[in-house]
């Protein structure tokens, strides 16, 4: 496994993590009656924070990790991770990029359906964010598949 | 319809190179050791620049390395 495949798959974890965390906090609000828009808005900011932080730290971890894997391996105090991206990765993170357009453009135009059907501001607001958030693992998902592949 | 194909012979010019490594031909050609991995096994066609960087490396032209086949679906007509 290279390192963008590493790298890839801690951001996937991360965003299901962040997924799950913002599904159980809009149930727990649906359960105690408590699903304002308020409310809403304060998940929105915990979840985007979350998913900067986490983003972060899930990349320093990675070469981290990495470093310390390969310098076990090799024997070498100073390993080399070959953390560059090269033609064949800037490919697939577009392809990648343009899953995650196309799932997240798809999410917006049904996040604006629920006023056709007359639906509070918040309904939208919610499955904004939840699409986004999918939108994110999905072009995980196919970045990981297109490395199996090859391209 | 037609399908493009393209071969290489990356892996038997590694080996006439006195075995050269996929890691070493990738560092020579700045590219990483998967992208080598994937294009030996014809999963993934380099760009023009990088072709040219490995023929390069072998000192052979470029239709030593890579060859470019088409395969063309002949539609039965009644």
Redesign the interface.
Known sequence: MSFQQKNITVSLVNFTLILGFFLFRVIQMLQSDSFTLGNIFRLWGITIGLAIVVTIIGTILTHIVSAIIEAIRTGKDDPKIEDFEDERDQLINLKGTRVTYTVSSFGVFLSMLTFVFDQPSLVMFTLLIFFGLVAQIVGDISRLVLYRRGF | MSKSHISNNIRKLRFLNEEMTQQHL?EKV??????II?ME?E?????LE?AFRIALVFGVPLEEVFSYEAETEKTSKA
């Open positions: 990738a700045g590219v990483t050791r998967q992208t994937a096994q999963k993934y066609s380099p760009s990088l």
